[in-house]
């Protein structure tokens, strides 16, 4: 009998992936196909599958040529297969020309052509048109956001607003796209908003784009006063668009991976949470000398209190800001305190002390940790009273991991899968009741 193998995403089923699968029966006697996990297509850069894996085997059994459908989780495992289920032949389309010629040492390889004219993306586009999304500041984001932006599929950038049109001139030359200096004509040429402009400007841009019918990304602190984002939020829910505040930690593979740990009992009940971020900054910056929005706080809190708020909650019974403050009397080191029924957290943060910036989530049977540059989870641990007993988890975290934010806000706005739990908007309204309890207690006039 031969044995035959392919494996595919086979997202939106479609006629090549019919006639890949027809022709890769025709190889053999026995087809075997391997269906890939949502994570590991996530983890090799597919990161806008529409179907679910369910639906995705359930198409391919529904083709009706696999003999046996098993599950693809990782690179390696092509190699595994073929050995463990003595397979003669290695089928996959065309598109792989080259690509999997080392399993020639295993089984023979044969690269079936791909069907013409028909592609899962094409479908995708058809589905949801291609979404032109537009930038409103040009600060260093900016230029993280455009690269990461490129690599999600349903998506261009279109242009650049910035009042300063010099700035947005510049910056739309260096990575070809067009500047405007007028914000109606900006609003006319996008479809997405995505705000990186100075915190303080977040408020009225957000506004102004709902206003405008367009969904929003916002860079975080999304806004810096619990009243405006509970607003902002219901606005955009009556006029049924979506309202994303960017903290990407949220949207980061390996973050999920740690709460999910966390919050399965793994270490027992959670009682403390500390989370640390420091970047030493130039103290010419903006953040250094900016009285009323800069300091460490405004800058890097969000990150800290994140993780505080998915694992205790958004109910915490009292909350207290401890600072060291610079020559304008901006804080560059903040500790913050937060108490809940039963347990406690401190979030920390610098731009002008450096420290060691960890994640740790201490519980009745053990403890997480996660080292800088945690909120770009790629590696934790947990440990245990035994200290020999280490579990170490990694999970992959591609380039700034700005593309799995915009992903998931791209997926929401094409109402696929649902990301908005990574960050709710209660927690984002609480984000910024905290930010406000703090500019307060700075007695900042914002
Ligand atoms: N295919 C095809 N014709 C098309 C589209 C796809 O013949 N018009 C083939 C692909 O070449 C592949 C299979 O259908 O052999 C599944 O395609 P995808 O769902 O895009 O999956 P892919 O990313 O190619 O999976 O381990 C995963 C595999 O390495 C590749």
């Given at each position: 009998m031969i044995k035959v193998i392919t494996y595919g995403t086979f997202d939106l089923f479609h006629e090549g992936h019919y006639r890949l699968l027809q022709r890769a029966k025709g190889l053999g006697d026995y087809l075997i196909v391997g269906v890939t996990t949502e994570a590991y297509d996530k983890a090799r850069g597919k990161l806008n599958v529409v179907d679910s894996l369910v639906t995705r085997i359930e198409n391919v059994r529904k083709a009706g040529f696999p003999d046996e459908i098993i599950i693809e989780e990782t690179p390696g495992q092509k190699v595994n297969d073929i050995r463990k289920y003595h397979i003669d032949i290695f089928a996959i389309g065309s598109d792989w020309i080259g690509h999997f010629d080392y399993l020639k040492d295993y089984c023979q390889v044969v690269y079936l052509e791909r069907t013409k004219n028909i592609s899962s993306t094409m479908l995708?586009?058809?589905?949801?048109?291609?979404?032109?999304?537009g930038m409103i500041g040009t600060g260093r984001i900016g230029e993280r956001f455009i690269p990461e932006a490129k690599l999600v599929s349903g998506i261009s950038m279109q242009g650049v607003y910035n009042p300063h049109i010099e700035s947005a001139v510049?910056?739309?030359?260096k990575w070809e796209i067009d500047a405007y200096k007028d914000l109606e004509e900006f609003y006319r040429a996008v479809d997405v908003v995505y705000i990186a402009s100075p915190h303080e400007t977040h408020y009225g841009y957000i506004k102004s784009a709902l206003e405008h019918g367009k969904h929003v990304l916002c860079e975080k602190p999304m806004v810096l006063k619990k009243v405006q984002a509970e607003e902002l939020f219901l606005y955009a829910k009556e006029k049924n668009l979506i309202l994303f505040e960017g903290i990407k930690t949220a949207y980061c593979p390996g973050f999920h991976k740690l709460l999910g740990i966390a919050c399965s009992g793994t270490i027992g009940n959670i009682r403390n949470v500390e989370a640390c971020f420091t970047k030493l900054e130039q103290q010419e910056n903006r953040e250094m000398t900016d009285s009323v929005y800069g300091g460490s706080f405004t800058e890097l809190g969000s990150y800290v209190i994140f993780p505080i708020l998915k694992l205790f909650g958004k109910d915490f019974e009292t909350v207290q800001f401890d600072t060291i403050k610079n020559?304008?009397?901006?804080?560059?080191?903040?500790?913050?305190?937060?108490?809940?029924?039963?347990?406690?957290?401190?979030?920390?943060?610098?731009?002008g002390v450096k420290s060691e910036g960890r994640l740790l989530i201490a519980g009745t049977k053990g403890y997480i940790v996660a080292e800088a540059p945690w909120w770009k989870t790629s590696y934790f641990e947990v440990h245990y009273e035994d200290t020999k007993k280490i579990e170490k988890y990694s999970e992959i975290f591609l380039g700034d991991g700005l593309r799995y934010e915009i992903s998931d806000f791209l997926s929401t706005i094409n109402g696929n899968a649902s990301s908005e739990f990574k960050l709710t908007r209660g927690e984002s309204i609480v984000m910024a009741d905290i930010m406000e309890s703090f500019l307060k207690a700075e007695m900042r006039k914002v």
């Open positions: 995708r586009e058809q589905n949801s048109p291609i979404q032109r999304i510049k910056f739309a030359d020559e304008n009397g901006l804080d560059i080191f903040t500790k913050v305190s937060l108490r809940y029924p039963a347990g406690i957290a401190t979030a920390t943060c610098g731009l």
